[in-house]
Nanobody
Framework: QVQLVESGGGLVQTGGSLRLSCAAS????????MRWYRQAPGKERELVAA????????NYADSVKGRFTISRDNAKNTVYLQMSSLKPEDTAVYYC??????????WGQGTQVTVSS
């Protein structure tokens, strides 16, 4: 079965950096685009970044452009989110996502990122 396991979250000060990882299994990882979402308390889940199956194309939410970088290692079935210049408003639970079939999405359990001011 499809499994996505995030790691790398934690508590960091404003301006700090974190790298999130998402280890995938149960599907042919190199065939699918991958996404990172986040959900802050009291807010809807929002798309943060996406990367194409081969890694040649990426997209970012305006709020993280220039600060976050999504990447993937298809040999390791892992997608990453490098986060720099973190702000308190980046505090959220971050989720890894894959859409295997149209409207059929799989999610990881999430990893908490807390940025202190």
């Amino acid at each position: 079965q499809v499994q996505l396991v995030e790691s790398g979250g934690g508590l960091v000060q404003t301006g700090g950096s974190l790298r999130l990882s998402c280890a995938a299994s149960g599907f042919t990882f190199s065939n699918y685009a991958m996404r990172w979402y986040r959900q802050a308390p009291g807010k809807e889940r929002e798309l943060v970044a996406a990367i194409s199956s081969a890694g040649g194309s990426t997209n970012y939410a305006d709020s993280v452009k220039g600060r976050f970088t999504i990447s993937r290692d298809n040999a390791k079935n892992t997608v990453y989110l490098q986060m720099s210049s973190l702000k308190p408003e980046d505090t959220a639970v971050y989720y890894c996502n894959v859409e295997i079939l149209r409207d059929i999405n799989y999610w990881g359990q999430g990893t908490q990122v807390t940025v202190s001011s």
